[in-house]
């Protein structure tokens, strides 16, 4: 048996764990700073719920299969559909607007390739049941303090209205959105090819158009907000259901692509109540997001450093229940604390096991420390170490 | 089609995350200031990685099945096999001891009853790579903090040493597992039913034995870190991969059963790796922690209290940037707001959002309060109002 996990599926060992925690808790914090609520749904959906959602694609790339009681089941694709079936099925018990946010991982069986895996995390921010631009607004403002929150300094928040492309053919949106990779040229030529007349005249009509009255309503809200976006006329995304403010965020320094997209949809969550419902909310890509703290530098100290801060050392089984106490003190004090595990280990191969996790410090209590309720604090780094006694211990930990 | 979940399967509303939240955060933290890290791994794992290693029963309840490049593949059952395979694929980059962490769903087909689902979080923390009982003791004492974290006052810590049962038959154990469900006279009956001979004296002969050295060793260490279980010869715990210490943990006033349960299984961890490596951990039954927490009313107040404190109304589109702008203002001071998303709705429509909501303050700015820099707070309990000027504002929140 080979030991291995399925292609596009990762483990994640404690580092990376740590630093994915530190990205969803400081989203968590700044969605709630906002009023959005979370929520979480299941893993396992009957295959009805989210068959023919997402286009014959999304049929495709779905995790579906028959369960032990011959249901049809299939697993969560996105978390927009759930959403859909939620705000349906508890219409009368949620709040209206309903804010929520949900960090729930999906499966697709997607090919595989950078930064594109089958099982991620999503981390979505939606308000329903409101159509205002002031709603539109505060998404983008709020997409906005999620990335400062995490440390981006830099960042480009690309707006448009779909509106725009009202009168283009549909098929255009998705060849347009490609201006930027392809240059106008080859939108041009992707468009002939597709036979859409004029391609040329039509694409510098596009952008050349000014904001929408809408979209200049959100604007001058985000303004109030503190928040710049940049109008750009060709900004399409791929996804069709999109109904007025679209927008993408890029970061900065990082290539890879936008981190964020979003906009409104409000024809889409009404899909089960049968009625509509407008909705409007964006999406964190949380592994560029990931990607670019790693390649910005932006993870805390506290984070990429070991979790304990301190090792209590055994020095000998006599002196065993001396360190135990010693330990209890420290842990008390909200200090993390770790008391080496064997008693019957050499003093050398308890500081190497310091020294390979990283423990800034270590504890020493021999036979005369022990006598004289003192402890010897050994600093990792520096080699230095200094006896105290054992109630000053606090304050040179602190 | 009809809306709803699968059997066993569960949407968690907001309050209810909120709740599910606080307790994996406390956890966390408990967790962490023991030195353990956290880990993740995959929800889909090879279906030879998981198949064969939860007995015939496990293989029946498991979820699997075909992927579409026929893969044979199945869902996370548990945490310890995954924790085998991480332990085994990466010895080399992982510390000795590894001391992890792991709060993940899991899917078991079960028959679905009272706290029974099939979709459920588990929350683990293991020492894989040494047999020490200083490493039982911490164990036990880190489930204990745990639930201290959580505010339960008084709880049981009940510990055997699964030698006492070395020289009965492997099928006893179970039997005497459910002594204080059937009781004594029920314990010899279904022994002798199973043909084990002398079930009389068998049973006094386990209920009368003392600590074995191990146990008393460990003992001596938790009492150490404060902590104070209650021996019992007859806990038996009905898996049969333990190898030594054997514990659960009972909550006085909390009646659906133990809400902790672990023990030392040496013989585990190293299936993949193909040596023995030692091992000792536990886990928490987090549906029964939700429910223990619940009834016994030990959510804080913070957590049940809606997460928005403010909302900023919009008192007519005239006013709408300066409600903006107040929003802004008090959301830098960390204190989480909402504005009314649509500034076209009566004041009366926009109070009773609050009061649905359960927001507890409320700020109003018409004319004369914009004028004059001033803001009106309402406090949405007493219905009491004042005007204040907006420096004095936060004041008056925090």
Chains 1, 2 share one sequence.
Do not use: H
């Amino acid at each position: 048996m080979k030991l291995q996990t399925l292609k596009g599926f990762r483990d994640f060992l404690p580092q990376e764990a740590r630093k994915r925690q530190f990205v969803i808790d400081a989203l968590k914090k700044v969605f709630e700073s906002y009023g959005f609520e979370p929520l979480e749904t299941p893993a396992l959906e009957y295959e009805e719920i989210l068959l023919g959602k997402y286009g014959e694609e999304g049929d495709k790339l779905m995790y579906r299969f028959t369960d032990n009681g011959k249901r049809k089941v299939a697993l969560r694709y996105d978390q927009t559909v759930p959403l859909a079936r939620i705000v349906a099925q508890y219409q009368n018990a949620l709040p209206s607007p309903f804010k929520r946010y949900q960090i729930q991982n999906v499966w697709r069986a997607e090919n595989t390739q950078r930064g594109r895996y089958r099982e991620f995390l999503q981390c979505d921010a939606d308000i329903v049941g409101v159509s205002s631009s002031l709603a539109d607004a505060e998404t983008i403002s709020l997409a906005a303090k999620g990335l400062e929150k995490l440390g981006f300094k830099k960042f480009t928040i690309l707006v448009n209205d779909r509106l725009v492309f009202e009168n283009v053919p549909k098929e255009t949106i998705a060849i347009i959105d490609k201006l930027k990779k392809i240059g106008e040229k080859g939108v041009v030529k992707a468009l002939k090819e597709r036979g859409i007349p004029n391609p040329t005249s039509l694409l510098k009509t596009i952008i050349s158009q000014k904001p929408t009255e809408r979209l200049t309503n959100t604007l001058s809200c985000l303004s109030e907000l503190g928040v710049q976006p940049l109008f750009n006329p060709a900004l399409a995304r791929g996804l069709d259901y999109y109904t007025g403010l679209i927008f993408e965020i890029e970061i900065e320094g990082y290539s890879a692509g936008s981190v964020c997209g979003g906009g409104r949809y409000d024809n889409l969550i009404g899909m089960f109540a049968k009625k509509q419902i407008p909705a409007v909310g964006f999406a964190f890509g949380f592994d560029r997001l990931m990607e670019a703290m790693e390649e910005l530098n932006l993870f805390p100290k506290d984070i990429t450093a070991p979790i304990t801060k301190v090792l209590v050392t055994i020095f000998s089984p006599m002196l065993k229940d001396t360190s135990i106490e010693v330990t209890s003190i420290i842990r008390i004090n909200g200090i993390n604390t770790e008391i080496y595990l064997d008693e019957n280990t050499s003093l050398e191969k308890q500081l190497k096991y310091a020294d390979q996790k990283g423990i800034p410090y270590v504890i020493i209590i021999g036979e005369n420390e022990a006598k004289e309720d003192k402890v010897t604090l050994r600093d990792m780094k520096t080699r230095e170490q200094k006896t105290v006694p054992l109630k000053d211990l606090l304050n040179e930990l602190i």
